[in-house]
């Protein structure tokens, strides 16, 4: 799964585009804190089985903090947000909000999936397949399956049934293979695991994001 680092990452990289000349260490740091705020879930894993990537990834989070916003700088007659902090304050927290969705949760629906609708609908859903074209079968999307769903003996995943590996979780090692002469100790050893890159692809947005914000704040001093 992505790693809060990577959606760290893809914030800071759509921040430095959106924001133009309003891209700060403190709009940057905004945009940062809002972004890592969907991972938090794991921390209610513990009371509720199958929190992580429900309650903190629902399409429900950034869809009310959206009306909420567009409430507050639109139809108010006089907008707190815009008197206090200016316009550059209000497109920050535009900014803020759309990382929120395609940095914070989108990344994880595409990989593994989330409970986009929870909790008014307990379901994970995911998103992924490929699209190309063929020189001999044409276009191809795997994207939307229009055939009938396939029936399973769980059912669709819900929070009842399925739960991510979390930081929280110890599990038995990969990293013993068993030959330790017998030894049973070596064998129940177990781990936590805490993801920086799990990918080749992902491990490459980490420097680049880097640089492009170091670029970007400097230009900005």
Known sequence: ????????????????????????????????????????????????????????HTFLLP???????????????????????????????????????????VPDLVVGGVNAFYPLHDQFYTVDGRLFYSTDRGWIQTFVDLSPPAQTQDGPRTTANFDFRTVLDSEPTLGQDGGDGGNADSQQRVERLFPVAMTGFRAWLLPLSAFVTAVRLRQAD
Do not use: K, N
């Open 63 to 105: 869809a009310l903090v959206l009306v909420v916003l567009l409430w507050e700088t639109r139809l108010r007659s006089a907008s707190s947000l815009r008197e206090r902090y200016g316009q550059r304050g209000v497109q920050v927290a535009f900014v803020a909000v759309g990382c929120l969705f395609g940095a914070a949760i």
């Open 1 to 56: 799964m992505p790693s809060t680092l990577v959606h760290v990452a893809i914030a800071l990289l759509l921040a430095a585009g959106l924001l133009g000349e309003a891209f700060d260490r403190r709009s940057a740091l905004v945009v940062v804190g809002v972004t890592v705020l969907p991972d938090l879930d794991v921390a209610v894993e513990p009371l509720l089985s199958g929190a992580h990537r429900s309650v903190g």
